[in-house]
Nanobody, 121 residues
């Protein structure tokens, strides 16, 4: 599976962005999909995940503000980000999940290239 993330950019605090992650291949619907983010530093943190059966998970820091969804007909997963905060600034990565739990980075095998999100105060 090859993944291509897009939709990042510069936005003011309180604003919104929608990230997209397009997947190649015919097996997209067999994978759970997740979004992670990495601010400057070594840690890549779980943001949101949606299983192949559409069970959804969020990090506590984004609950109520971010929404993950998927469109299997378009081989695409989305991350709608509302009420953005400066602390949401990071490179956002999409990834394909291969085993539980969906909240762990090591549960993902395929990664997109990342898209930068910058939230100004």
């Amino acid at each position: 599976v090859q993944l291509q993330a897009s939709g990042g950019g510069l936005v003011q605090a309180g604003g919104s962005l929608r990230l997209s992650c397009a997947a190649s291949g015919r097996d997209f619907s067999r994978y759970g999909m997740g979004w992670f983010r990495q601010a400057p530093g070594p840690d890549r943190d779980f943001v949101a995940g949606i299983s192949k059966l559409d069970t959804i998970y969020y990090a506590d820091s984004v609950k109520g503000r971010f929404t993950i969804s998927r469109d299997n007909a378009k081989n695409t997963v989305y991350l709608q980000m509302n009420s953005l905060k400066p602390e949401d600034t990071a490179v956002y990565y999409c990834a394909a999940n291969i085993r539980p739990p969906m909240t762990l980075r090591t549960s993902y095998a395929y990664w997109g290239q990342g898209t930068q999100v910058t939230v100004s105060s």
